[in-house]
């Protein structure tokens, strides 16, 4: 079974500051996976994903993240928050098959002026 | 292109209700996945529906069932509706090609169970 387990249910940056959102997975085969963002009252947009390959992957909206197999861990990273980065965060995960998601439990990122 | 289409927006029923949510997948879409998102808590896989056939499930009961339809597109029913139901529920669409896992999500439908 696969799992992930993002931590901080809220994470409260300022503007310009380095955004930082941390996901661990867990899975049995070697795992796929996706950071999506939610915007209050919206569906789930693709943010970036990493299936095989280069470990760093970029997305859109400046935001990237670095597979790290030896920590299980999936963490995104934007050097400088705006305030439209303002939202939550789903880290999830996916086996080799086709398409089924497991999500954590989301990190809503606020952003200050 | 027309995204992922999902009706009614909004939805209000009483406990014990039966409740029918619509989904229309992107263009060129095979396969369907319904998910259940309840407050503060991330998406939860209910089903997966591949040219008109259920192709895996999550740990939903039974009275959650689903149908996809020729043209892709696709329905969740739920029965004897629990106060419990209520969540956001999120339809996403894919091609279902090798080595393409992303899924295109809905704007969902908030359903409100009293």
């Known amino acids: 079974a696969q799992s992930v387990t993002q931590l901080g249910s809220h994470v409260s940056v300022s503007e310009g500051a380095l955004v930082l959102l941390r996901c661990n997975y867990s899975?049995?085969?070697?795992?796929?996976l996706f950071w999506y963002v939610q915007y209050p009252n919206q569906g789930l947009q693709l943010l970036l994903k990493?299936?095989?390959?280069?470990?760093l992957v970029k997305g859109i909206n400046g935001f990237e993240a670095e597979f790290k197999k030896s920590e299980t861990s999936f963490h995104l990273t934007k050097p400088s928050a705006h305030m439209s980065d303002a939202a939550e965060y789903f880290c999830?995960?996916?086996?080799?098959?086709?398409?089924?998601?497991?999500f954590g439990k989301g990190t809503m990122l606020l952003v200050s002026p | 292109e027309t995204g992922v289409t999902q009706s009614p927006t909004h939805l209000i029923k009483t406990r014990g209700q039966q409740v029918t949510l619509r989904c229309s997948s992107q263009?060129?879409?095979?396969?369907v996945s319904w998910y259940q998102q309840a407050l503060g808590q991330g998406p939860q896989f209910i089903f997966q529906y591949y040219r008109e056939e259920e192709n895996g499930r999550g740990n939903f009961p039974p009275r959650f069932s689903g149908l996809q339809f020729p043209n892709y597109s696709s329905e969740l029913n739920v029965n004897a509706l629990e106060l419990d139901d209520s969540a956001l529920y999120l339809c996403?669409?894919?091609?279902?090609?090798?080595?393409?896992?992303?899924?295109?999500f809905g704007p969902g439908t908030r359903l409100t169970v009293t």
């Open positions: 996403a669409s894919s091609q279902r090609l090798p080595g393409d896992l992303e899924q295109y």
């Open positions: 999830a995960v996916s086996d080799a098959g086709y398409s089924t998601l497991t």
């Open positions: 990493y299936t095989t390959g280069a470990t």
């Open positions: 899975s049995s085969v070697p795992p796929y």
């Open positions: 263009s060129g879409h095979n396969t």
